[in-house]
């Protein structure tokens, strides 16, 4: 059975940096295009950053040039690191496996995708 678990999340001052990461059991990280959302409560969970197979990337535009995706061809998990994070950065993170990682983050979701638990980052001063 897919699993999937962020660790990483935590406390950190405006300007400041943060790495998430996404360890997957139950199937083969490396063939799937994964994702990073995030979900503010009362919200839609939004996509953040998602990666393919062949390692093409794409970001929200909110992200760009603040936040990298990143994951290598094995079993190890992928990782978002997260530089000069903003207030409005703060919210719960989820892992996402099976997505359709496509230029516009709109459709990135799709009946098959896989969550993981959520990991929250709060940025505050």
């Known amino acids: 059975q897919l699993q999937l678990a962020e660790s990483g999340g935590g406390f950190v001052q405006p300007g400041g940096s943060i790495r998430l990461s996404c360890a997957a059991s139950?199937?083969?990280?490396?063939?799937?295009?994964m994702a990073w959302f995030r979900q503010a409560p009362g919200k839609e969970r939004d996509g953040v950053s998602c990666i393919n197979s062949l390692a093409t990337t794409h970001y929200a535009d909110s992200v760009k040039g603040r936040f990298t995706i990143s994951r290598d061809n094995t079993k190890k998990p992928i990782y978002l690191q997260m530089n000069s994070l903003e207030i409005e950065d703060t919210t719960v993170y989820y892992c996402a496996a099976k997505v359709e990682c496509m230029e516009s983050p709109v459709y990135w979701k799709n009946p098959d995708i896989s969550w993981g638990q959520g990991t929250q980052v709060t940025v505050s001063s």
């Open positions: 139950g199937f083969t990280m490396d063939y799937y295009a």
